[in-house]
């Protein structure tokens, strides 16, 4: 069974940073596609970031040169680092796994973390 637990997240000032992790299990961590996304009060689930099992890596307009997503393979664990924060950054973040892929093989995948909370505030 895939589980996604997101971890990290809390009460920050503006300008301030904050790292949420995303522990894996159930799931060959190091052929998957992960992503991180946000959902603010009112407003639709949006993709914040991506990264491939290569290391190509992907960020909404909002977040380019603030937040940076990576991965540790030997870990099962996906990262997001976001500095500079904002108070418009308030949303519950989640960690998703879309794909595996090896080779020319790739299988869809949809699985999500429970969440975790993040608020910028002064």
């Known amino acids: 069974q895939v589980q996604l637990v997101e971890s990290g997240g809390g009460l920050v000032q503006p300008g301030g940073s904050l790292r949420l992790s995303c522990a894996a299990s159930g799931l060959i961590f190091s052929i998957a596609a992960m992503g991180w996304y946000r959902q603010a009060p009112g407003k639709q689930r949006e993709l914040v970031a991506r990264i491939t099992s290569g290391g190509n890596t992907n960020y909404t307009d909002s977040v380019k040169g603030r937040f940076t997503i990576s991965r540790d393979n030997a870990k099962n664990t996906v990262y997001l680092q976001m500095n500079s924060l904002k108070p418009e950054d308030t949303a519950v973040y989640y960690c998703?796994?879309?794909?595996?892929?090896?080779?020319?093989?790739?299988?869809?995948?949809?699985?999500w973390g429970q969440g975790t909370q993040v608020t910028v505030s002064s």
């Open positions: 998703n796994a879309d794909s595996l892929t090896l080779g020319t093989i790739k299988r869809t995948l949809d699985y």
